[in-house]
């Protein structure tokens, strides 16, 4: 069975303090995602890396940026946290391709008051 | 970008009833995918169809996809409290760059 690991199940913050949400797979597997999810708006991608040291812009990058040094770790950098950056982070992983089933860690959600 | 939207937003049924859920895209896809998140965690794959396929199956769950309809429905037979949970539809946009993109979900709530 695959395993996501994320570092914190619940994370308060507050505004301004830079944040580190980590994400680590023990599947090889090259694709690595981070999401956010919010009420009303479902899924929407943050990041997404498909190698060591690659990475790529989802739809929503602003305020954030990503790390992956090593293939089974994947960070999620908040640089400066913001209260619209309250939220519920899910990082997610695949086989082969980005287009194919994804495994999904337990999500971490973060409060920046 | 989302293209997946889901229907309804929230199905309540008692248990034992068969669960019925849609989700519509707008662009073609190479194949679309079926996801459950239990309250607060993160999600489970489901199934996945290819836009050659019509219909498929895995245990209780069938679904269907119309390619000329752009739209899929998902189908939970003999529904259990268990399935309680959010549903989303995934779909992979043609083209050699793309990611999945997920629409905002299904709240499903199984009455004992």
């Known amino acids: 069975d695959v395993k996501v690991t994320q570092s914190s199940r619940y994370l308060v913050k507050r505004t301004g303090e830079k944040v580190f949400l980590e994400c680590v797979q023990d599947m090889d597997h090259e694709n690595m995602f981070w999401y956010r999810q919010d009420p009303g708006l479902g899924l929407r991608l943050i990041y997404f890396?498909?190698?060591?040291?690659?990475?790529e812009k989802g739809d929503i990058p602003e305020g954030y940026s990503v790390s992956r040094e090593k293939k089974e770790r994947f960070s999620l950098i908040l640089e400066s946290a913001s209260t619209n950056q309250t939220s519920m982070y899910l990082c997610?992983?695949?086989?082969?391709?980005?287009?194919?089933?994804?495994?999904f860690g337990p999500g971490t959600r973060l409060t920046v008051t | 970008s989302q293209q997946g939207e889901e229907d309804p937003q929230a199905l309540s049924i008692q248990e034992g009833e068969n669960a019925t859920m849609n989700c519509s895209y707008k662009?073609?896809?190479?194949?679309l995918q079926w996801y459950r998140q239990n309250s607060g965690r993160g999600l489970v794959h489901l199934i996945l169809?290819?836009?050659?396929?019509r219909e498929k199956h895995s245990g209780r769950l069938r679904v269907t996809l119309d390619t000329s309809k752009k739209s899929s429905s998902l189908l939970i037979t003999a529904s259990r409290a268990a399935d309680t949970a959010s549903y989303f539809c995934a779909t992979d946009p043609s083209g050699a760059n793309s990611k999945l993109t997920f629409g905002k979900g299904i709240t499903l709530s199984v009455r004992p």
């Open positions: 169809i290819r836009s050659n396929e």
């Open positions: 997610a992983t695949v086989a082969g391709g980005p287009r194919y089933e994804q495994y």
């Open positions: 662009t073609s896809i190479n194949n």
């Open positions: 890396s498909y190698d060591v040291k690659m990475k």
